[in-house]
């Protein structure tokens, strides 16, 4: 089991930045990814960010450039740092971490947390 807490989430003007957290408990050296999704009303979930256990990060089309995901293994923690927001960036952020075991991965979730970017 993997427990993850965020962190990070609130109300900022367009243009603004904000920093997210996601902690990781439990089984965590199983981990083989952990990354952020988003979903707005209405939306479907998506992909922002996400980076794997060896360092390798991908993200989202609508936030390349713009979003940066890097992580603490130290302290089983990924950050998601968010510039240059716009109100589309609103939604609830996900922390997602896929979990390893011997013939089988599961996906485990954060609560989420609120983003507003107002314009």
């Known amino acids: 089991q993997v427990q993850l807490v965020e962190s990070g989430g609130g109300l900022v003007q367009a243009g603004g930045s904000l920093r997210l957290s996601c902690a990781a408990s439990?089984?965590?050296?199983?981990?083989?990814?952990m990354g952020w999704y988003r979903q707005a009303p209405g939306k479907m979930r998506e992909l922002v960010a996400i980076?794997?256990?060896?360092?390798?990060?991908n993200y989202g089309d609508s936030v390349k450039g713009r979003f940066t995901i890097s992580r603490d293994s130290a302290k089983n923690t990924v950050y998601l740092q968010m510039n240059s927001l716009k109100p589309e960036d609103t939604g609830v952020y996900y922390c997602?971490?896929?979990?390893?075991?011997?013939?089988?991965?599961?996906?485990?979730w954060g609560q989420g947390t609120q983003v507003t970017v107002s314009s």
């Open positions: 439990g089984s965590t050296f199983n981990i083989n990814a």
């Open positions: 980076i794997t256990s060896g360092g390798s990060t």
């Open positions: 997602n971490a896929v979990v390893g075991y011997s013939d089988y991965l599961l996906n485990y």
